[in-house]
Structures are given as C-alpha cells and as structure tokens.
C-alpha cells in the first residue's frame, strides 16, 4: 500500500455516517436524501436510490441488502442487485 488517494466521491449533502462495503461496491448514506453504491475499484456511481429525509447514520450491507435509517424515523433495505426499494 502506498497511502496514494485513488479515488473520491461527492454526492449533494454532507455524509455523517462510515461508507458500508461489499464485495463488488461502497455504500453511502448522505444527507442529500439518497444512498449511493459506488464501484469499489473505480470510484464510479452505479447506482442511487432516494429516501424520504435526510441519512445521518451508516449504511449496514449483509448478503444483497443494503440497509439504512433516516431522520424522519423511516428505516429503508435496499435490495441492490434488483435496485428496488423494499420497505
């Protein structure tokens, strides 16, 4: 490892909570009322899905369930390899 930054990601608002990551991609929450999965290699969007508020705290990732809370108390899980939000 040669401690080189070898990419970043901007999204609209600001990201309080730590990126939860998988085998193919990052997972942000952000205060721009979506969550984000970026290629782990590249540093690339692949996709985002909008909330109801603002994301305050990490996003979790356990098999292909992305899952997340926000502030107006909605809890949100992410199906990702359909992209569909289910609750």
Known sequence: ATG?????????????GTPAIGPLFVYVASQDNHVYAVDKQLGRQQWKVATEARNEAMAAVQDRFVYCGCCDGSG????YPEIEVCA
Do not use: E
């Open 4 to 16: 080189k930054r070898l990419w970043d990601f901007k999204t609209g608002g600001w990201m309080y």
């Open 76 to 79: 949100y899980v992410i199906d």
